[in-house]
């Protein structure tokens, strides 16, 4: 025995080291990853033009002065939609008509118009529609855009001077979905109010380079453009299937960011979303809106609030905004409107941001040799681990071979370009084996006599809970060195084992409770069948399968359980009040019972140590859930944590005096 005292000696300080060189790789990645954030500093807030223009045209507004009143408040761009073929005939530039609308009118009564009166001598055709421009400009935008929708021979020019009148070969229906360019009024009225522009435009399955390069331009040139949001009734970006490429190619040379639009129903994502800004990592921008329906339910806080959560927590750089069709406090629709646009840019800028052009992320790349050496702390914390447990031969060729596996898997993975698969399957395995070795570190800790004073129990307490949240951080360290990518912080790409490291650490923590014997239970399979069970043991039992479920069905952006109009209401307070609003399962769950646990009498901790096994496995789990939600600002999840931990050291403070008032002796 004595003999090999020394051997594990040095093969834990080997496995030590290998963990530390691991962890500050994993460190220099998120020191880097931080920087870059700080420099993606300006969000752009945008209004969308078209229900902008329906609302003030309902009320009669002046939408000079209405925009000067919002741009004034803070809004930066004016977000332009291509006009639609259906939405001709309601510009005063412009009409189209049907050729068989034509044809009957012609039968009836004949064309008075001399310009009508003209077409008909070119022959009016049922299959064909005519589109008529009665200005300059209007005219030129269709000479250039009729050709890039429609085959040259399915175009005729009827009328070359104004107006100009043109027939297209094609059914009114169709006509009526096709985008014919921005509206130059509108494009117009944002240069001479000073408003950058955000074009918005629909894709055309049949494009190909040239088209795709001259819609772009024709969309940008002489406009003040940044980022391109695109729309149309299929929800694909522009150059899907086949032209995504040539899309990404032409806004590179034209400086475009793209808006990737953020959504949590994955059957709402645009058609070639995540392949344009893989494309585009450096260009890509996270774009926040809030629907019209929606819009209509929410009172103007909790629009406000919405929209700074996602500048604060989400990366969002575009705030997308619709007007809002109701009065606020006694101020008229439009005074409503303006005082929106101000409070979101005072957030704005409450967070550290600015208001200006959507900044997108800097060049980030991780080498491959930095990422294998981040790599390097999943081996060592799984072999610590097992060293701890006494599982497995502790012979230094295994811990070698493991660690050059670990190693060539992460150059396999980038020599085939599939490294993020490998990258997430290392950073899961992580992410749940720092909690189980938090767990570990405080074994100690919970089987030890009972402090004497309610001072030293709440001193012990605090010294637990700093032991397990430290070690369970070293997973959060290994999700973010790992995985932090332009991608990932867009939520393009997502860490797919965040459920698994909600789910994992307690019932691994159970496991390792009940049958081993560092934590004093020592049960076998068998003695824990034949042990009875109280009524109350089994309603305690019910309730954590049930919560167990609401924290599985509760975790993500979105659920199908929405939270109850209390814990909004609570939620909301939190934000106001602590800016950074901590997680319920830490600071209600975890860290309060990984104060309370520390100081339970032997028959308490007998009989309820397995529910608290499990509390503290949902609170050290969602230490490390909180910073696998990468699109999650470091400083924010920092904040998080540490207001969490506050509150929970709190909460727990408050447990042990009411738990050694009730219980003031250490005997059963």
Known sequence: MSQRQPQDKTYRRFLLAVLIVGLLACLTVAIRRERHELRANRVEIVMDDQDFQSLARSYAYDQRAFLIALRRAGLTSLAVQEELGGQVSS????????????????????????????????????????????????????????????????????????????????????????????????????????????????????????????????????????TVVFFGLRNQVLGYPDAIDATADAMRRLKLNFGTIETYDPKQDQAGNESLAKDLPYQTVRVQAIAKLELDKLR??????????????????????????????????EATNVELVREIAQGIRAAGLRVGPATPFERFETPWWEIALASLAVPAIVLLVLLELGIGDRRWAVAIAVVA??????????????????????????????????FLAIAPALRAPRAPSTGDAILDGLRVLAIATLVTLGGALVVVGLLSTPLTMLEVDRFSGVRLVLIAPPLLFLLLYVFVPRWGANLTPRRLAEAPVTILQLVAGIVVLGAGYLVLVRSGNQSDIAPSSFELAL??????????????????????????????????????????????????????????????????????????????????????????????TGGT
Request: aromatic fraction near 10%.
């Open 91 to 226: 510009a005063p530039e412009a009409a189209f008509y049907a050729g068989t609308a034509l044809l009957d009118q012609a039968r009836l009564t004949g064309f008075r118009d001399p310009v009508f009166a003209k077409l008909a001598v070119h022959g009016i055709r049922s299959d064909e529609v005519y589109l008529v421009a009665y200005d300059a400009a209007t005219a030129a935008r269709y000479e250039r855009q009729l050709p890039l929708k429609f085959s040259r021979r399915a175009v005729r020019v009827l009328r070359s001077a104004l107006p100009e009148v043109f027939a297209i070969r094609t059914q009114p229906d169709y006509f009526g979905t096709v985008g014919l360019g921005m509206p130059g009024d509108r494009l117009a009225l944002a240069r001479e109010l000073g408003l950058a522009l955000v074009p918005r435009l629909q894709n055309d399955e049949r494009f190909g380079a040239p088209q795709i390069d001259a819609l772009l331009r024709d969309a940008v040139d002489h406009n003040h453009a940044h």
């Open 300 to 333: 103007p806080e909790e629009i406000v609030q919405r929209y700074d959560l996602g500048v604060r927590e989400r990366n969002v750089r575009v705030v997308y905004l619709r007007p809002f069709g109701h009065q606020w406090a006694g101020r008229s629709i």
């Open 405 to 438: 596996i670990n190693v060539l898997l992460v150059v396999a993975g980038f020599a085939v370009h599939h490294d993020m698969a490998v990258r997430k399957l290392l950073a899961l395995i992580g992410a749940i084996a720092f909690p189980v070795a938090g």
């Open 571 to 664: 939620r909301a307070h939190l934000t106001t009040l602590l800016q950074v609003r901590p997680r319920f399962k830490e600071f209600v769950v975890g860290f309060p019972a990984l104060m309370l646990a520390a100081t339970l009498v032997p028959s308490d901790r007998a009989r309820w140590g397995w529910l608290f096994a499990l509390a503290i496995g949902v609170g050290l789990g969602d230490v490390v859930d909180t910073f696998s939600h990468l699109h999650t600002a470091l400083a924010v999840s920092v904040l998080r944590l540490v207001n969490g931990a506050v509150i929970g050291a709190v909460i727990g403070a408050v447990a042990i005096i009411a738990y050694r008032r009730f219980r003031p």
